[in-house]
């Protein structure tokens, strides 16, 4: 006689069968264990502790038979083989012995096994065949680990900062293009499964890899919440402290009687990088009209630097052709150095906050970058309509420390800005407005801060210009 099941047992007995493991799933790593002091040499306070307690409870390490884990002890290259396959059948199947037990053959090494199953999984080549009992290096490790996620289950949290910290050789020194690995190193690093032995993050490649320090890779990888936000001061690889005004002119060689606009030019970049503002000439036979001449082309090409902050110039010469040509501030006066010298520290202070606060990063392009700098200045200034020719608000000065300006001093106070970050720029003027034209990624583009910033909302249509919209906007 056939017994019948009840329909409500049934049902019980259907819901206690244990789920499917997913495939290919960062959910297949589930805590099944408790850990509650199974390792003797395992203490509360230990670095290692929340690593090896997850390790025991993920169920992927039982410790030694002597009731330790053994946090220093070091690890076999065929030891770290068997916890990265453990690891990858996990993640694949669900099951940590799955994937390798389909390796298995009498007589083989317990390593092998897992080996097989990594090397049929195109984690691993065949360069550890021969070195599985040979004590493992901390770059082996790197290596046998770095492949074993999916890049979307081991995203590169530290991406930014480990490429600025390991590019300016202050973090991860020890690591080079000549270390084994290097590139398995640098992944493990960008996705916090690794942070370095020290505050300088470096990884000691060479070294043996501790059953402690392989504890906190694993769990890393098994358990984002474990993984490690860097947190590198890198404020020395980006700041423009100590950059000078002078330093920002490519110097010009000295011409005693220059005779073009580009000789002119010449002996004004002398000046500027000098860190002078007066420029002495020499002339046979001059006159009042030759001398207001040079006077008119050295001050068009001041003006092409307007971030140096001068646009007015004043003229002194003798009967016998020597002239002097002084430069200042139209309204700063006998201030005009101390203008300059606050707003190079003003424009230092906004470029290093900037890149404190990563809206500008090493890894975006001249462009973004540009972008960032030209919301800044529309953010930070208004229109100063009042201003008359002598205004002070003819300076980026005026911008930085008083928040008003008129298109030179606009344009002066971003094309700083843009030269603080190594950014080609010049200025480029008609009857009555100067705009910024900047090299950007190799491309000329024309930027009008003043009038991208005449509306109670950014207009963005005058960032980037080509020159011919900007042609159609104001013509030269």
């Not at 020194?173 to 916090?192: A, F, K, M, N, W």
């Not at 009209?289 to 008119?296: E, F, L, S, Y």
Request: charged content about 20%; overall charge negative; proline content about 4%.
């Amino acid at each position: 006689m056939k017994k019948r099941i009840p329909l409500l047992l049934a049902l019980c007995l259907l819901l206690t069968v244990p789920a499917l493991a997913a495939e290919d799933s960062m959910e297949n790593f589930v805590r099944s264990k408790t850990y509650t002091g199974q390792f003797s040499d395992l203490s509360a306070d230990s670095v290692f502790f929340r690593n090896v307690s997850a390790l025991y409870e993920y169920g992927l390490s039982v410790g030694k038979p002597d009731g330790t884990y053994g946090l220093k002890d070091p690890l076999t290259v065929g030891q770290a083989v068997i916890f990265a396959g453990r690891i990858r059948s996990l993640y694949r199947t669900g099951d940590p012995e799955q994937g390798p037990a389909a390796y298995r053959t009498d007589g083989q090494a317990a390593a092998e096994a897992y080996l097989r199953y990594l090397q049929a999984e195109d984690i691993l080549g065949t360069e550890l065949d021969k070195q599985l009992t040979q004590l493992a290096t901390r770059a082996q490790m790197a290596h046998v680990l770095a492949n074993l996620l999916p890049p979307e289950a081991l995203p590169s949290i530290n991406d930014e900062l480990v490429t600025e910290g390991y590019a300016t050789r202050r973090f991860i020194t020890d690591v080079t293009e000549y270390t084994p690995y290097q590139q398995d190193i640098l992944t493990l690093y960008r996705s916090g499964v690794c942070a370095g032995a020290d505050a300088h993050g470096s990884f000691l490649p060479d070294a043996p890899i501790t059953r402690g320090a392989a504890a906190a890779m694993l769990t890393r990888l098994a358990d984002p919440s474990l993984r490690v936000t860097l947190n590198w001061d890198l404020s020395y690889a980006y700041s423009a402290q100590g950059t000078t005004l002078a330093s920002l002119v490519e110097p010009g060689a000295y011409i005693p009687s220059p005779a073009t606009a580009d000789e002119i030019d010449s002996d004004v970049r002398y000046m500027l990088s000098r860190g002078e503002n007066a420029l002495t000439l020499r002339y046979v036979g001059l006159s009042a009209i030759k001398a207001r001449d040079v006077m008119q082309q050295a001050l068009a090409s001041v003006k092409l630097r307007c971030e140096q902050g001068y646009n007015a110039v004043s003229c002194s010469y003798s009967l016998a052709g020597d002239m002097t040509l002084t430069f200042s501030a139209a309204g700063a006066g006998d201030r005009t150095q101390d203008h300059r010298a606050a707003t190079m520290a003003s424009a230092i202070a906004v470029h290093d906050q900037l890149w404190a606060n990563r809206q500008i990063t090493a890894s975006m392009t001249e462009l973004e970058k540009a972008r960032v700098y030209y919301i800044w200045v529309c953010d930070n200034c208004v229109y100063d309509y009042k201003a008359g020719d002598d205004s002070i608000s003819h300076t980026p000065y005026s911008l930085f420390e008083l928040g008003t300006a008129v298109c030179d001093g606009y344009t002066g106070a971003y094309n700083l800005l843009l030269k603080l970050e190594g950014i080609d720029c010049t200025s480029l003027s008609n009857n009555s407005h100067i705009w910024t034209v900047a090299t950007l990624d190799g491309t000329e583009y024309h930027i009008d801060t003043t009038w991208g910033d005449n509306g109670r909302a950014i207009d963005y249509s005058y960032f980037a210009m080509t020159e011919e919209r900007s042609r159609a906007e104001h013509p030269w």
